[in-house]
């Protein structure tokens, strides 16, 4: 099988929101990446991918975010 086999078989499993930022990344690998408008990605993106990370932490964490870092710097000194 042959490597472009195998990144269309890929890519071919992917969900469509992934497989336009494959194509996206190799569009810009090829410098061809000035056929992409802005207004065609999507700009809170990120969110999504947050949102999923399963991330933990205490409820008042956004409010003494300087607090816990600070703490986590002390204990990283002992």
Same mark, same amino acid.
């Given at each position: 099988?042959?490597? $472009?086999?195998?990144?269309? *078989?890929? &890519?071919?499993?992917?969900?469509? *929101?992934?497989?336009?930022?494959?194509?996206?990344?190799?569009?810009? &690998?090829? +410098?061809?990446?000035?056929?992409?408008?802005?207004?065609? $990605?999507? @700009?809170?993106?990120? &969110?999504?991918?947050?949102?999923?990370?399963? &991330?933990?932490? @205490?409820?008042?964490?956004?409010?003494?975010?300087?607090?816990?870092?600070?703490?986590?710097?002390?204990?990283? +000194?002992?």
């Amino acid at each position: 099988m042959s490597i $472009t086999e195998i990144v269309l *078989e890929k &890519l071919s499993a992917l969900p469509m *929101e992934k497989q336009e930022q494959v194509l996206h990344y190799v569009e810009a &690998l090829s +410098g061809d990446s000035s056929k992409i408008s802005p207004m065609e $990605t999507e @700009p809170y993106a990120w &969110l999504r991918v947050a949102s999923q990370m399963n &991330l933990d932490g @205490p409820p008042d964490w956004s409010e003494r975010f300087e607090e816990y870092l600070q703490a986590n710097a002390s204990d990283a +000194g002992r």
